[in-house]
């Protein structure tokens, strides 16, 4: 079953994930105070700060101070949110076939969160950059046409996982991606809210394999 096989597949990519991620701190227990994580923590304990002020400064790494520190954690990040986005191109991959699949949208759900998480440690202290940042998007027109409202779930996931990095807070990025990946694992499966002669958006697991419609018995030899 596709929706079975997809599911196997998030499962094994993020038990290895955190079996690799497991050894290596174990391995290097001191890279933990340079890593974007322990974002949520902050944002949920500290308490309501002036939305003038820089709140998320909590959110980083305190021990980060140097160059090749800021650098590390800066890579961290990006590469935690790639590695969350990338089991959601995976989804989106199978479940959608046919006329509507857009190869551009997996690109933007790939490269998405890590423009975002490099925008957001940019404008996190500066409020003047944050304006700064609205003006030049409203001045640049972005133009792309959604083949469909639930690809406009893939982009919005997309830039969560970037704000997760960006703020540091990349545990929150991989729950978001696990959670967002096996909602639509389970809805595929479940086949909800299926009804018949609708459009559909995710791909028909009723339907003949790709080549099946097409077989045939085999001819008689020597009839036409």
């Known amino acids: 079953m596709p929706a079975m096989r997809l599911f196997a597949k998030l ?33 949920i304990s500290q308490p309501d700060a002036n939305p003038l002020q820089g709140g998320a400064k909590a959110a980083t790494a305190s021990a980060v101070g140097s160059m ?17 986005s990338l089991p959601v191109s995976w989804t989106y991959m199978s479940i959608r076939t046919g006329e509507e699949y857009d190869q551009s949208l997996i690109s933007t759900i790939m490269v998405l969160p890590l423009v975002v998480t ?31 409202s639930g690809d406009a779930l893939f982009i919005l996931v997309s830039v969560g996982i970037g704000l997760a990095g960006g703020i540091g807070a990349v545990e929150l990025a991989l729950v978001l991606s696990i959670a967002f990946n096996i909602a639509f694992v389970l809805l595929w ?3 909800y809210g299926e009804r018949e002669g609708m459009k559909r958006y995710m791909a028909d697991l009723d339907a003949p394999a790709e080549g099946e419609a097409a077989v045939t018995s085999p001819g008689i030899p020597g009839q036409e």
């Open 118 to 148: 490099g925008i957001v440690i940019i404008v996190q202290n500066s409020l003047a950059l944050a304006f700064a940042l609205a003006g030049i998007a409203g001045a640049v027109r972005f133009k792309n046409s959604l083949k469909s």
């Open 11 to 43: 499962a094994a990519y993020y038990v290895i994930l955190g079996i690799i991620i497991y050894a290596a701190l174990r391995l290097f227990p001191q890279v933990k105070d340079y890593l974007p994580v322990g974002g949520v923590e902050a944002l």
């Open 68 to 84: 090749g520190e800021s650098l590390f954690w800066l890579s961290a990040a990006i590469i935690g949110a790639l590695l969350c």
């Open 189 to 191: 499966a479940t086949e």
